[in-house]
C-alpha cells in the first residue's frame, strides 16, 4: 500500500478533523501526519487498528510456539488426544 497521497500535515488536521474521520471510517486507510515537514504519527480508524492489534496478538502466539517447539517442549498428538480424553470420561 502507498501511503503517498495519505500525507497530511498538522495543520490540514487542526482544521478538517470531521472530514479526516469520515475519511478514515469510510477508506480504512490510515493518515500520515507531519510537523515542520517531518512524519509524526499515523492515525488510523478503530476498527482497523483492532485487526491489527489482533493480528499482532496472533502473530505473537505463533512465534511463541516457534519457541516452544525449539526448546523441545512437544508432545506427541496421540499423546494429547489420549489425554484429553481421558479427561472427557473423567467428567
Not at 42 to 63: C, F, H, M, N, P
Request: hydrophobic share 45%.
Amino acid at each position: 500500500m502507498r501511503y503517498s497521497a495519505q500525507v497530511k500535515p498538522i495543520s490540514y488536521l487542526k482544521a478538517n478533523a470531521a472530514e479526516v474521520l469520515a475519511q478514515l471510517t469510510e477508506g480504512r486507510r490510515p493518515l500520515i501526519i507531519t510537523q515542520n515537514g517531518e512524519a509524526k504519527a499515523v492515525i488510523q480508524d478503530v476498527a482497523s487498528y483492532e485487526e491489527t492489534q489482533e493480528t499482532l496478538a496472533l502473530l505473537k502466539i505463533l512465534a511463541l510456539g516457534n519457541v516452544e517447539i525449539e526448546a523441545g517442549k512437544v508432545k506427541p498428538v496421540g499423546e494429547v488426544v489420549a489425554r484429553l480424553r481421558a479427561k472427557q470420561v473423567g467428567k
